[in-house]
Every structure is written in C-alpha cells, then in structure tokens.
C-alpha cells in the first residue's frame, strides 16, 4: 500500500462503464424504503396517493439530477456535492457539504445492514434452522447487519471494478423483479376490469397529504448521488456522469409507478381477510402492506418478497459504502480531514484508509444506534445537500460558465434548480411529522462539523485548481474603519487609481486594501505563477509609496484563473465596503459591455464600486455633471461627485433626462441626498430637459458649451436577453463620453448583505 508520503503518486483507476454506475445509481434507490413505503403511502394518503407520490417526487428528483449532471459534467471528480460547494461557495460551505455526506451515506448504509439483518433472520427462522439456538432475534440481527457490512467493506476494498459489477448484478435482479411486480400487476387488471375499482376514492385523505408521503419516500430517488462520486473511476465521465443520472431517475419513477399500481390492484375487493375498501386493508399493514399484497399477486409471493428485499437492501448497502468512502476521501485529499483519509491502496487502487473510518460509522451505528431516527437524520442531511447542489449549480453557471468545459447543460435554466429548492424545502419540513429526533441531530452533527472545520481543516486546507490562491498578504491593522479596496492592474494605472482614492479615504476616514489579481493560463502549472507576480508588485509598490503616509494600508497578490473571480473573492474575505477599479473605455464584446472584468464585478460584489476613466493628471475636477434618474446608485452618484469635486470653488450639477410625457422631481432628489453629500446644497444645482434619446441627451450636455471637467452617473444593468446587441444608458454613456467619467454602483439590501457575509 502507498501514501501520500511516498514520492510516486497514485490516483483512482477508471474502470466504471456507463452501466456500472447506472447500476449503482439505482441500487442506492431502489433501497428497503421502497419496500417499506408503499404501505406507508397507501395508509397516509390513499390508493391514487401512493402513486402521486411516486411520480411527483420522481419528477423533482428529476430536476436535482439534472443540476448534478451539469456540475458532474465540469467537474467529473471524487466528492460530489463537496466539489461543487467548494467551486460555488468556498472550503468553509464545502467542509460542511462533504461532512453531512459521509455522514448521510454512512448511516443510510447501517440502515440497509440491519434490514438485511432483519430478513434474513426472519427467513431462516422461518425454515427452522434457528430452533437449536437460544439467542435473542435482536442480537442475531445485530450479528448478521455486522457480518453484510463487513462483507461489502471488503468488496468496496477490491475496487471499484468489484465494486461495480458485483452491485449491478444485485441491482439488475432487483430492478427486473420489481418492474415484473409491474407488468403482473397490469396484466391482472387486464383480466379482471374490475380491481381498478381499488383506487376509488382515489385522493380519500386530501391532497395535504400527498407532502407527508413525499417527505418519507423522497429518500429513495437519492441514488445519482453517488454516480457523482464516481467521477475518478468512470470511463469518459463527461458523456457518461450526465447520463447514468438521468437514465437512473427515470427508470426508478417508472418502476416505483408500476410498483405502486400492482400493490393497489393486487388485492381483489371481497377476498378472504378483505374487509372494507381494498386500499383500508393494505394501508393498515403500514410498512409491511407492500408485502401483504404482493402476496396475493402471485403464485410464492412471501419468497419472492424476501429475496426482492434481500437484493434490494445489498445493492443500496454497497452503494452507500461507496459514497461515504468517496466523500470522506474528497474531504482528506483536499486536507479537511488528515491526509490519512487520501491514501490509496497501490494494488487496488481504492481509498482503503477512508473505507475504513466509513467501515466504522456504519458497524457502530448498525450496532448501538436506533436505526430509524438516525436515518431520518439522514434524509435531511441528503435534503440539505440537494438543496445545496440546486444553489451551486445557479452559482456556478452565473459566476465560472466562460471557464468550465461543460459535458451536459440542464435546460429551461434557472427553472429546475429553482422549483427543486421550493420543494425540497417543504419536503424537509414535512419530515417532522415522521421523527422530531432527526430535527435534533442533523442540526448537532452540522454543528459539529462547522466547529471540526473552524478549528483543524481551515489552517490545513489545500488551494484547488478552481479557486483562488493567495500569495502574498500583508493585512492592515483590524480597526472599526470604512474599507476600501483598490484593484491595481498595472504600474500605469497605479498612480491615477491613488489620486481619486485619496479623496475618497479621507472622506471616509478609510483604510486600504491594495489588491493584485495574477491572471495565469491555464496551461502554467502552479509552480510557475510567481513569474507572473512582477508587473502587480510594481504597481502596488507606487499605490503605497502614495498612500502609505497618510492611510492604513495593506496589500494582497493573488494567483487565479479569472481576474473577476479573484476580486470577488478579496472583496468577500476583507469585507470591503467600496472597490475602486480602472477602465480602459474599450468595447467588452457581445455579451460583455464593459469587459469580462468589470461586468461580473459591478453585478456581483457585495459593496460599494467605483470605475474610473481617464481621471489621471494633476487637474481639479470644478464642474461635475452627474446624470440621475433617481435611486440608490444616483445617490451614490451625487456623494462620490460631492467629494471629487474642488472643495473650494467646485459646483454639481445633478441632470436628468425626462422622457416625453415624463416627469421626475429632481430637486426633491437631492433635498433628500443632501445628508450625503460633502458640500453645501447651495454647490448642486440642477437642470432637466426633455428629450426621446436619452444617451444622446447626456452626451450633448457633457460635451456642451457648459464646460464639465468630469461625468459621474450611476451604474445600471438589465437583464441579459434584454441587453444582448444594446448597451443600457450608463454603459453607451461611459463608451463615448471623452470627459474623465466615474461610474458608481451602490451596496444595500438583503442582497448585498448575505453576498458580503456568507
């Protein structure tokens, strides 16, 4: 066996086929909860009920898979919803992530050990073969749950090529056995018209109903979870992750329908033991219904069901000891767990390390622990990280879609992602009428996993090739200031973007942050980034020779592979509260008006910005047109221009543009800006004038016989189908307008607050 301590390195062997994980996408599905929850269904909800349920939740499993199959796609590696939490959000998110999946799986996996248990004690009792022995069914079941983990612990040992073979067999038995349940249950309807009279009434308990039966089946279309963790063992991942998702959602609602409807059409009305309505009488089996009725449907029902369940239950528990090993092996190969967890077996090229601690979560829950709360715990958790792979998806897309090489792309987006995170929240919530404990202990063990992360993962953590890595960061002084980055690109612009600071740090008694984004091909490995480093330093070098006298200053170089990602994400850890940046003036391209550096940037930071043109030299600024039609960034406007402005003879004038027909009370606009503002109201004038162009308009009084020094207006943007081959007012505005300009954008909201703090 090797380690990473060894000088040659190891990785996981790509032997999974398309098949494979399909196969082992619905073996995790088709679990024991299917067998369990038919009953269950019928009883709460009805006979049409229990097929409603299957179906709805079939289509929202739909809709998360297809947000797994976009993300597997891009990033086809070990760790699943990890991966893509740490590309979304950052390690923090993505620790937590991880953590409530190995947990999830883990305790999903004793689920399934003790079913087994459970049977197949049953089954030999029923044969006799336990009659010499005095010992306890519950410790027999114990013993036997331990002996079946223990078994496919050491199948996952032998590799994933073991792995999957020996669980698609179980899983194709399993699936035929159940889809021929199916085809009898229409076959005797076929012949006996009549059993279709078992679904009437078909809703008998009301809709409401339908999301109580959802919450507690939801957990058995959880299976394209651990396709995605099969992302360093699978042939061709980027063709074959999306599909093996999709293929497996949609054969498991198909067979979960047909289930459904040969369980109601089973029973005929009147038959021996069948008092009252057909649907009363199986759903007061509760979980053993499903059985009771299959019973009836054909000749050795009782055996059938025994063997269906004995498949199903090893399938879903080989499954789920996949992916608890996969995602503790993610946790560790990145350093949220000790490197111990990423060592891989030489021979057989598995994580035998993490296999191992997964080993013992899953044996000593079997064992100690009451198995239906903690698997309840287990299905939130699950909940959870739809949930969240729904929201990284969105993220992902908005934020990395020009970097990432995408195999499959969900359509009609954002729409699914956003019905399945409404849904999943609801289903989350109607789990507390099943069990209040798995409402104590999720929350406990995410709780635990944020103090794990806070206290050891977070110093320890390695840089991945998505994120941003920090090289140099010389951090000013904390102190309860306003803070204000400045993002050099290069030593020319350095000493224009200090100039325009200086008069904004001192309006804001602010300290600086002075930042360098190091954009390296992606073609450069890691170790040759610091060649790149040169032209920042030079550039923050005369940022602080500049500012160093009179401001707290700090400095930060990052590497990343995109410049706005990285300024962002320094905006996001300092906690900054305005962001100074240059513009060239150039044209951004199709989508893209002001570049791919200033549109992401202006959109999504989480504070105050400010873009300068062309506002170099040592000239004063004494009269500034600044273009309002209202709102917070014509605010922002008019207080940046109030501090720009030559404080001694400088004088606003605040314009704006009214439309024929069209009336906007300007003066009343500044009145109410006037707390703002760092000069007297009696230096801001105002002037209107009506016209149809309103750019036009804007050029014609900046370049006037009035004689501005500087235009400032406020930053707008529309929606991207409403912007493709047009630019909005402000952007045509700063392209042409050969005055020095500043366009601002301004914080606030609920928005820009959960931005700047989660």
């Known amino acids: 066996?090797?380690?990473?301590?060894?000088?040659?390195?190891?990785?996981?062997?790509?032997d999974l086929t398309l098949f494979h994980i399909t196969m082992m996408g619905l073996g995790m599905m088709i679990g024991a909860g299917v067998f369990l929850g038919v009953g269950n269904s019928i009883h709460v909800a009805g006979p049409g009920g229990v097929m409603l349920t299957f179906a709805l939740n079939g289509?929202?499993?739909?809709?998360?898979?297809?947000?797994?199959?976009?993300?597997?796609?891009?990033?086809?590696?070990?760790?699943?919803?990890?991966?893509?939490?740490?590309?979304?959000?950052?390690?923090?998110?993505?620790?937590?992530?991880?953590?409530?999946e190995w947990f999830a799986s883990s305790v999903a996996g004793s689920l399934y050990a003790v079913t087994l248990g459970i049977y197949i004690v049953r089954y030999l009792e029923g044969l006799g073969v336990l009659e010499w022995t005095s010992v306890p069914d519950y410790i027999l079941q114990k013993v036997v749950a331990v002996l079946v983990a223990a078994l496919f612990i050491y199948i996952n040992y032998r590799g994933a090529s073991e792995t999957g073979k020996i669980g698609a067999v179980f899983t194709l038995a399993q699936t035929v056995f159940l889809l021929f349940i199916g085809l009898v249950g229409v076959v005797v309807c076929l012949r006996d018209p009549a059993r279709l009279a078992n679904f009437d009434p078909f809703l008998p308990q009301g809709w409401s109903k339908l999301l109580v039966t959802m919450g507690f089946t939801y957990v058995a279309f959880e299976g394209?979870?651990?396709?995605?963790?099969?992302?360093?063992?699978?042939?061709?991942?980027?063709?074959?992750?999306?599909?093996?998702?999709?293929?497996?959602v949609l054969i498991v609602t198909f067979t979960y329908v047909g289930v459904a409807f040969a369980t109601v059409v089973a029973v005929k009305a009147g038959s021996?033991?069948?008092?009252?309505?057909?649907?009363?009488?199986?759903?007061?089996?509760?979980?053993?219904?499903?059985?009771?009725a299959v019973a009836r449907l054909m000749p050795m029902g009782n055996l059938l069901l025994t063997l269906a369940v004995i498949f199903a239950a090893t399938s879903a528990l080989n499954a789920t000891v996949y992916s608890a090993t996969r995602a503790s092996y993610a946790l560790g190969r990145d350093r949220m767990l000790p490197a111990m967890f990423a060592w891989i077996s030489r021979r057989r090229k598995t994580p035998w390390a993490a296999l191992l601690f997964t080993g013992v979560i899953v044996i000593v829950v079997a064992v100690f622990l009451p198995t239906m709360d903690v698997a309840s715990s287990a299905s939130i958790m699950f909940l959870c990280l739809f949930f969240l792979v729904n929201v990284c998806v969105i993220t992902i897309r908005r934020n990395m879609g020009d970097e990432l090489e995408y195999g499959y792309l969900l359509p009609l987006f954002p729409l699914p992602p956003l019905v399945a995170i409404l849904c999943q929240a609801v289903l989350a919530a109607e789990l507390r009428e099943v069990s209040i404990v798995a409402w104590i202990v999720a929350p406990a063990w995410i709780v635990t996993g944020v103090l794990i992360y806070q206290l050891y993962s977070r110093a320890r953590t390695v840089a991945t090739a998505h994120e941003v890595l920090v090289f140099a960061d010389e951090k000013a002084p904390k102190r309860d200031e306003y803070r204000i980055m400045v993002s050099v690109a290069n030593p020319d612009n350095a000493i224009e973007l200090v100039r325009n600071t200086y008069k904004l740090c001192g309006a804001k008694n602010a300290r600086v942050e002075l930042l360098h984004m190091v954009p390296v091909p992606e073609q450069v490995p890691l170790?040759?980034?610091?060649?790149?480093?040169?032209?920042?330093?030079?550039?923050?070098?005369?940022?602080?020779?500049?500012?160093?006298?009179?401001?707290?200053?700090?400095?930060?170089?990052?590497?990343?592979?995109?410049?706005?990602?990285?300024?962002?994400?320094?905006?996001?850890?300092?906690?900054?509260?305005?962001?100074?940046?240059?513009?060239?003036?150039?044209?951004?391209?199709?989508?893209?008006?002001?570049?791919?550096?200033?549109?992401?940037?202006?959109?999504?930071?989480?504070?105050?910005?400010?873009?300068?043109?062309?506002?170099?030299?040592?000239?004063?600024?004494?009269?500034?047109?600044?273009?309002?039609?209202?709102?917070?960034?014509?605010?922002?406007?008019?207080?940046?221009?109030?501090?720009?402005?030559?404080?001694?003879?400088g004088e606003i004038v605040a314009f704006t543009v009214a439309r024929p027909g069209g009336s906007f009370d300007l003066d009343g606009f500044v009145d109410a800006c006037q707390g703002r503002l760092q000069v007297p109201r009696r230096r801001v004038t105002t002037r209107a004038v009506e016209a149809s162009d309103v750019v036009q308009a804007i050029l014609g009084e900046a370049g006037g016989p009035e004689g501005y020094d500087m235009v400032v207006?406020?930053?707008?943007?529309?929606?991207?189908?409403?912007?493709?081959?047009?630019?909005?007012?402000?952007?045509?505005?700063?392209?042409?307008?050969?005055k020095p300009l500043v366009m601002v954008k301004a914080s606030g909201g609920i928005r820009s607050w959960l931005k700047r703090w989660i």
């Open 1 to 14: 066996m090797t380690t990473d301590k060894t000088s040659v390195s190891a990785e996981l062997s790509r």
């Open 59 to 100: 289509v929202i499993a739909l809709f998360t898979a297809m947000s797994y199959a976009e993300l597997s796609s891009a990033v086809p590696r070990a760790g699943g919803a990890y991966n893509f939490a740490r590309i979304g959000f950052g390690r923090g998110t993505s620790f937590v992530a991880g953590w409530m």
């Open 224 to 248: 394209f979870e651990v396709i995605a963790q099969a992302g360093d063992e699978t042939i061709d991942p980027k063709r074959n992750l999306p599909k093996a998702m999709l293929y497996s």
């Open 272 to 292: 021996p033991g069948v008092d009252g309505e057909v649907w009363r009488w199986i759903g007061s089996f509760r979980e053993k219904g499903f059985g009771e």
């Open 527 to 649: 170790a040759d980034a610091e060649r790149y480093m040169l032209e920042g330093k030079e550039g923050i070098l005369e940022a602080m020779l500049a500012l160093g006298p009179m401001f707290t200053v700090g400095t930060t170089l990052r590497y990343c592979r995109n410049i706005a990602r990285g300024i962002l994400s320094a905006v996001s850890d300092k906690k900054i509260d305005m962001l100074i940046m240059g513009w060239h003036g150039g044209k951004g391209g199709r989508i893209f008006s002001l570049g791919s550096t200033i549109d992401p940037v202006v959109e999504r930071a989480p504070c105050n910005v400010v873009i300068l043109k062309g506002c170099g030299g040592n000239r004063e600024f004494r009269r500034i047109l600044v273009p309002v039609a209202g709102g917070p960034n014509g605010a922002f406007a008019l207080e940046v221009a109030s501090i720009l402005v030559d404080k001694d003879e």
């Open 713 to 738: 207006l406020g930053y707008t943007r529309e929606p991207v189908l409403r912007r493709v081959g047009r630019d909005s007012v402000p952007e045509a505005v700063a392209r042409v307008c050969t």
